[in-house]
């Protein structure tokens, strides 16, 4: 097979592996804000179940919780999902996952901001919203580019984990085609894809601290 | 009626009683020195009187209106909404610390409050941003960052950024001891200016001749208390207390 057919055949694998990357993203960096917040609320119930969350979403393998947001519907609840079930899962699975670790960095970031400048907003007559998003968060973020590449870039990698439910992206793909001509070739293009994959990634993120570091 | 009236204020930390029972009165145009020892409770007073902290017992008042109001058992509680809204525009506070908004410019520093608190349009902010930093001598500066600021410019853009919003009374806790001693001066340079223009203006402060030279009246602070009070020239020149004599002697 010639590079082109290997490679017509990858990139059906390659779309789903970057969507799998992206609605991560949009998902899990909103929500992993909201399990911050909720980790540092001063409601404790609210607090201690946040915090048993991200325990279990960092201390068990993805791999597993993606197998349990997939079966678990039908072996816990008996529900028998429709067909396409299989790729959301993956998603759920996925942003459920990836916020706990953002939280976690979210978390980081807030709670290193000095209370000057929560005193400094509230006397000049922000609103509790207002001193979060126009003072705080645009500081966090700054603070927390460094982290969040780290995870974005693990998130690159990890895309490749769909296939224990069988999710049809690039390593799926590469896998299939690998055995069925017992070749190596789709193996390397994989490779190939994943480090370029994530050489956009880490620009792009240099890019946005670049962006981000006009001040100290 | 006091611009700003302090009626029998206590405040503890756990079971440090830091303000014991103070009151005090401001008047208009009137420019208050808050001295004395490290720990007496300056500060504390000060965040009481800029609701950065709760109080235990007494009143706070700005042009006769509660800034708290006493439930059943005695306990005073900050106003809220619209009320507490009117009461913070009464006041401005410059921290020791500056706490600029380092990802903010200095023109933004001055502005963004206006424009996002006080609905001003960014045309009107700028002009009253603008009129401000030419006054504090930092016309150049509007599109720098705090980082790219000496200590002594970043108060400057701190004080600027608190008269933007046309406060009635300005509170100063120790605005020059962040400061290498020689930027101390273009700082206090800028506050007797306004004192010039009869800005109401209370500050806590440990440069005494400073004190001497600015306040009309200065409030000497022990242990919580109010030790004694008066004219520069009395509590400088003639004070009663052992304490107050002690401690302005330690100053020479
Ligand atoms: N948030 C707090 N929690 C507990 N104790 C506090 C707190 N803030 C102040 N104190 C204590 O209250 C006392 C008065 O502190 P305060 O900062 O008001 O003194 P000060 O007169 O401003 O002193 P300085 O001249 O050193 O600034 C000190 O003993 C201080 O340790
Ligand atoms: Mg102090």
Redesign the pocket.
């Known amino acids: 097979m010639d590079l082109l057919t290997l490679l017509s055949n990858l990139s059906d694998g390659m779309i789903v592996s970057i969507q799998i990357f992206a609605l991560t993203l949009v998902l899990s960096l909103p929500l992993g804000l909201i399990v911050a917040l909720g980790r540092m609320s001063k409601n404790p119930i609210l607090r201690n179940f946040v915090k048993v969350y991200i325990s279990f979403m960092r201390g068990t393998p993805l791999m597993l919780q993606l197998m349990v947001v997939y079966f678990g519907p039908y072996y816990i609840l008996g529900l028998s999902m429709p067909r396409g079930y299989r790729f959301y899962a993956v998603i759920i699975g996925f942003a459920l996952n990836y916020a706990a670790y953002f939280a976690e960095i979210y978390r980081g970031g807030i709670e290193s901001m000095s209370v000057g400048q929560y005193e400094a907003a509230k006397i000049l007559g922000y609103s509790k919203m207002q001193t979060f998003f126009r003072i705080i968060m645009p500081q966090v973020i700054r603070r927390i580019i460094p982290s969040i590449t780290n995870e974005v870039i693990t998130l690159v990698k990890d895309t490749s984990l769909a296939y224990v439910i069988s999710v049809t992206e690039m390593f799926t793909v590469a896998r299939a085609v690998a055995s069925a001509q017992a070749n190596m070739m789709p193996y390397v293009a994989a490779g190939v894809f994943y480090y370029v994959f994530n050489f956009v990634v880490a620009t792009v993120m240099e890019k946005i601290e670049n962006k981000l570091s006009y001040y100290r | 009626m006091s611009l700003l009236e302090i009626r029998q204020l206590k405040k503890s930390?756990?079971d440090?009683q830091?303000i014991k029972n103070i009151s005090l009165k401001v008047q208009q145009g009137e420019v208050v020195a808050i001295i004395?020892?490290?720990?007496?409770?300056?500060?504390?007073?000060l965040?009481c009187a800029t609701m950065l902290?709760s109080i235990d017992a007494g009143d706070i008042l700005y042009l006769g209106e509660s800034a708290f109001k006493t439930d059943q058992e005695g306990k005073p509680h900050k106003v809220t909404g619209a009320e507490l809204k009117k009461i913070r525009s009464y006041f401005g506070l410059v921290f020791q610390d500056f706490n600029l908004f380092p990802h903010f410019s200095v023109m933004k520093n001055v502005t963004d409050a206006l424009i996002h608190t006080q609905n001003k349009s960014k045309e009107e902010a700028y002009d009253i941003g603008r009129k401000l930093l030419t006054k504090m001598g930092l016309s150049e500066k509007e599109n720098a960052f705090p980082f790219q600021l000496s200590g002594g410019q970043q108060q400057r853009v701190s004080i600027a950024r608190a008269l933007a919003l046309n406060p009635k009374v300005l509170f100063f806790?120790?605005p020059t001891s962040a400061l290498d001693p020689e930027l101390t001066s273009e700082v206090l340079k800028v506050i007797k200016s306004l004192a010039k223009e009869h800005m109401t203006m209370v500050i806590?402060t440990?440069e005494m001749n400073f004190a001497k030279e600015v306040a009309n009246h200065v409030i000497f602070?022990d242990e919580g208390i109010i030790a004694e009070e008066g004219t520069p020239e009395e509590v400088f020149g003639n004070p009663k207390s052992d304490r107050t004599k002690a401690f302005i002697k330690g100053y020479h």
Not at chain 2, 36 to 45: A, C, D, I, Q, R
């Open positions: 930390f756990g440090l830091v004395g020892p490290s720990g007496s409770g300056k500060s504390t007073l965040r902290e806790d120790e806590v440990h602070m």
